[in-house]
């Protein structure tokens, strides 16, 4: 909460900007943030070391003073933290000139000074002189360690800044108090009957897990708390808010658990920080504004792939995306709206760490987030929908379905005492509503074709075995996925990632995936399914297309599921809605 | 350059600070930026108006005035530029309550403020009356139409703001004055024993176009121009600067045509607007670093799909890109700058926008800039290192690869009367490093072996027609690359990502693909390639497991490629270097 802004690079040959803002507008553009300024500054390095610990001093003594204020009733206003502007030549205390060019101060400090050294004798006696500037005699004995009355400066035990716990946050790790999530599951007396909304729900196990933990969990993300159906947090907490707080404002506090601000990078680096420090929470985002964090992503997931191998190390608590408002229900924001490649962005990072969850229903999502909430040092990323949308799993169905991760629906399918014709795969809670609708579709039009319907829950269990260590062996592949039947697999996000998860498995060539093809825009749900053929209809005609021996005999059928496609659109074009008996379709099984 | 800040927001629910912000700390912000701060405040609509009708006036002439001075000699210094702070009530003029609960001036009249209007007649009412307080029949005549006096207020022609040429920057587009890029060629008399920095040698083709096109082309970059070595176009040119300039700066001017900041994100911006206003740019950047702009990347190829089908929309010049500083050649900065996945990325978007180069040497990038910047409406990824690296092909030979896209290098190749025992591919400077290096190790320890050499400049010439223009024919691609014989590809960055190009192709179950797997750290580059199995001791072992029948009688030369990696790896941790032998190795034939 202190920060020196220390302006080196003033002469630097990059424009630099900061380092060259004038004083005045300096002091004024910190003040504008808030904060109370002190300027510290010279070509002495004696007389600046010495200001700047009596600054020090001074502001340390300041930011105690807020501390203590904040923690009387009411007192945690936004207070004006102190700011130090450190100004020094760039390159200061090095040479002044070599080669009878100026350094201090240019931007030729700011590399190495003296590349030479090895050949140049006179490079070689200007390092030997300015090392002997700062008179190591003074500094170290004649053993070569550090005298004892600088040694003795040195902090002790957890104090040292390598030995701070905060610096090792699973030393200061608690597991959260997590309720039950099986008391906050919706019923389900059969399946794909009646609705929820997956993330309402889960907001409301969210609620109880604040409550439960009050200063080791937190829920971060950009605005959308409430756009995303969370809004049962706010009976437990608020937004954090330090400022000003008026009558009129919906739960802001200085002491609210939610990290809302429309900034994915804020939120990001909010969290990674919490994290590291030894506490737990929940990034939950926009699905196509999460790849504003990929880069940020990227290093943390290079961070958890490092430490594993660091031994002492304590393992940390997992950094959880909840990815809601996705790619298949932007009704009204459209294309810009839409982009479900952050799973693929995920992928590239190292197995070990890397762990993609798109739970169907509601209930899986609980389970789902109970499981990540409970796990370490991963990246976990959930997507699930917001909307209303049909509940498949009772509880414990959802429980055994989403630790298996990837399992035959038995009360979907129709191929209990031999193989198949096909397999009808999803992934992701709209394209399981498309192929159930479709499967639904087969039974009506094409009664001697058999189905087996596979969900997937955990991506990672496409990957074999040696790739991934959720992955399946190969025979638990071929069992589910048939050695030689058409597999038609409606998968949420662009298609290419299945294939490139699977394709070492040897029904790869009869594996025939529909997903997100980059097309869209302001339109219903159902219109946007369509745009990219991942629709019950297209799923049956793809089904036509693919099971030997079926193509001339279904030709009506297939014509009639084109026809309907048809059909859906033109109703969305006359009444700016789907159909309800599209969007009004359950499993009447 | 007018930015106008409209605090309509100050009492909504989410904490958006900049509204919360005291009157004197904002203004402080704002002038700590370098601005001119004018306030506009108050409740009645008519005097706020007026209010502002003048303060425009005011800043319009102080705009112009700035704009004088800067184009009179010695005029281009950083301007206070002036900045509007606008106050008014959040849903102002809206309804003041609804419901009984006060709207205008709260959070609720964030949406939708009257949200029953087609149930509740009360709403109905008021809607009424809201919309009747805007005094529609002083504004349009009894057809409806908008009053003469209205109408005339609008600007004519291209001064309305939707018929601005610089909205549709394709009508101002000039194709580039490019110099013959086969002028700035290196000379390569017998392949792959000269070497040269592929990026040096661009930045000389980049200087003269800076220089032929001083109005139409800028270059991007995050401060890396110099460290990418494209620091020739400083004889051109400089780093456009609009502070103060002191003596000891290098190549800083006002009116320089490289811009160069440490914000990726800036970079990107600039460069969308550049185009979209119908000039020429690139943008350099280290190729991890380039993440940061997913999203911004996701949405300007969104707008390129998009405008493809609005007819009226022309054509404006490509976004390129240019990663150097490779995944490859991090050698002081190690596993934080180690990602080559910005190209899978990518590839998820509309085939028709998008293009990836590797272009494997010198002459090679040049031919591939040369066509990128004469290209229309694509993002180009052009992927090239910065490093002396081997020159392979002459600039005519270049032309004809780089064109073709993908090719079998002969000179490399023994198979000319036969189908190969196996095919050695490669895409990515360092991956064909490795392969010809691989290829002299078969030549002289498994010289029955015929080995096929492929090298891969434009990536997208791997999928198949059907889903990228650039694709091969199946035909094409089964000529290349056999429908049978096992395929070794060295590829630049995650494998999986030629997999998924690829998957479809006959041949697809013999390709074995070795690329960057996410290991790294600060070390040798050939330690790089080993840690990750891309290295030519590996290609030549993966070779041996995969030609059948070779097993067996190679298990010597297996055996000694194996340990010539330890050797190698001990050497570097010996010397701190690579062995001389393997880093200096050039093609021997």
């Known amino acids: 909460m202190l920060p020196i802004l220390h302006l080196n690079g003033y002469k630097i040959a990059n424009p630099t900007v900061l380092a060259r803002i004038p004083r005045p507008e300096l002091r004024a553009l910190l003040e504008g943030y808030g904060h109370h300024v002190y300027e510290v500054e010279g070509d002495d390095p004696a007389a600046v070391h010495q200001q700047l610990a009596a600054t020090l001093d001074q502001v340390v003594q300041e930011i105690d003073e807020i501390r203590q204020t904040a923690r009387k009733p009411g007192g945690a206003a936004r207070p004006r933290w102190p700011a130090i502007v450190l100004r020094t030549p760039k390159g200061w205390t090095g040479p002044k000139e070599v080669d009878g060019l100026p350094v201090e101060g240019t931007f030729r400090a700011h590399q190495v000074p003296l590349a030479e050294v090895r050949t140049n004798p006179a490079h070689l006696r200007q390092l030997d002189s300015w090392m002997r500037s700062y008179h190591p005699e003074e500094l170290f004995d004649e053993r070569g360690a550090l005298v004892e009355e600088l040694a003795a400066l040195s902090p002790k035990s957890y104090r040292r800044m390598s030995a701070n716990p905060h610096t090792n946050g699973g030393l200061l790790l608690r597991d959260l108090s997590l309720p039950d999530f099986r008391d906050y599951a919706v019923e389900v007396p059969k399946p794909g009957t009646t609705s929820s909304e ?4 889960l907001g409301k196990f969210l609620r109880d897990i604040i409550g439960r933990n009050p200063e080791t969990f937190r829920l971060f993300g950009p605005d959308e708390t409430a756009s995303n159906r969370l809004d049962a947090v706010f009976e437990a907490t608020n937004r954090t808010f330090t400022g000003e707080i008026l009558p009129t404002d919906d739960h802001l506090a200085a002491d609210g ?12 680096g909010w969290l990674e920080g919490y994290l590291l420090t ?41 950094l959880n995306y909840l990815l809601s408002s996705h790619v298949w229900r932007q009704d009204n924001n459209g294309f810009s709206h839409q982009d479900p490649g952050f799973i693929d962005h995920v992928v ?63 009360w979907a399918s129709d191929d209990q005492d031999k193989e198949p014709d096909v397999v009808m795969a999803c992934c992701g809670d709209i394209p399981t509503l498309e192929t159930l609708a479709a499967v639904d579709l087969i039974r009506q039009h094409l009664p001697d074709v058999t189905v087996r319907v596979i969900n997937v829950v955990d991506l990672m269990r496409l990957q074999p075995s040696s790739e991934h260590p959720h992955g399946m062996s190969d025979s638990e592949f071929d069992a589910l996925f048939t050695v030689s ?42 219109d946007m ?55 009004g379709w359950t499993w009447p099984y």
């Not at 039947?485 to 060539?509: E, K, Q």
Request: proline share 4%; charged share 20%; net charge positive.
């Open 485 to 526: 039947r058409p597999v038609v697999f409606a998968y949420h996000g662009y298609p290419a990632l299945i294939h490139r998860l699977t394709y070492r498995r040897t029904n790869h060539a009869n594996l025939h995936v529909r997903g997100y093809k980059e097309e869209g825009t302001t339109t219903t749900p159902f």
């Open 257 to 268: 658990r939610v990290m809302e601000v429309l900034s994915e990078h804020l939120c990001q």
């Open 278 to 318: 030894g506490r737990h929470g929940l990034f939950n985002c926009y699905e196509a504004f999460i790849h504003i964090v990929d880069s940020m992503f990227n290093q943390h997931a290079k961070w958890l792939k490092v430490t594993h191998g660091v031994p002492w190390r304590r393992p940390i608590a997992s």
């Open 348 to 410: 590239n990072k190292k197995a070990e760490v890397i762990r993609v969850y798109l739970p169907p229903d509601a209930n899986c999502l609980l389970s789902v987030a109970d499981h990540c909430l409970r796990s370490r040092d991963y990246v976990n990323v959930i997507v699930a929908g917001k909307q209303l949308a049909l509940n498949y799993l009772s509880v414990g169905e959802a429980i055994v379905h989403c630790t298996r991760g990837c399992g035959i629906w038995e």
């Open 198 to 201: 997956a993330t309402r729900v």
């Open 529 to 583: 399914v369509m745009l990219n053929d991942l629709d019950r209809f297209h799923l049956v005609m793809d089904v036509i297309d693919r099971v030997p021996g079926l193509a001339s005999g279904a030709g009506h059928v297939r014509q009639q599921m084109s026809d309907r496609r048809l059909l859906a659109r033109a109703y969305t074009r006359a009444t700016g809605e789907d159909d309800p008996e599209i969007s």
